[in-house]
């Protein structure tokens, strides 16, 4: 008695609609390409953009490092003709004639004010480069759920 085999070669439901299966496969492929495209024009903004101004706040870095060593040589003049070891930016405007006060004090306090600024802003810069981070941790682990070296995900 012969038992009939089946074809185990053909292993494809004779139905399946693979035009359909193909157009996902496209429709992925593009939405893939528009967000790596989408990743370079990022990356070309961060690094023309960032190294432009990160080179001029270097810059301007040596800038105010001058100015504050400048305006620390003085008062530290003023200190020795005073007979004080040293004087701070905060107490500066108590040791200026009375006529000046006011104005060494608004001196002093724009001074405080910019600080703060900068303070501020270099920490919502912090921020935003970690959100930057974050998004880019989000396309990996959407790109590779089970982990950057794996290929196999369907």
Do not use: W
Request: hydrophobic share 35%; glycine share 4%.
């Amino acid at each position: 008695m012969k038992t009939t085999q089946k074809n185990t070669k053909d292993t494809n439901p004779p139905a399946f609609d693979f035009e359909k299966l193909a157009g996902a496969l496209r429709r992925e492929i593009e939405e893939y390409g528009s967000l790596l495209s989408m990743i370079y024009e990022q990356q070309s903004c961060l690094m023309q953009t960032l190294m432009e101004e990160t080179t001029k706040i270097e810059s301007q870095l040596t800038a105010n490092q001058l100015a504050t060593a400048d305006r620390s040589a003085i008062v530290g003049q003023l200190a020795e003709e005073l007979h004080r070891e040293k004087i701070s930016l905060k107490d500066l405007p108590s040791v200026v004639p009375n006529e000046l006060k006011y104005l060494f004090q608004a001196l002093v306090d724009e001074v405080g004010t910019l600080r703060s600024r900068i303070k501020d802003k270099t920490q919502f810069l912090s921020k935003l480069l970690e959100q930057v981070q974050n998004t880019n941790t989000s396309i990996i682990n959407h790109v590779f759920p089970k982990g950057i070296f794996n290929d196999e995900a369907a």
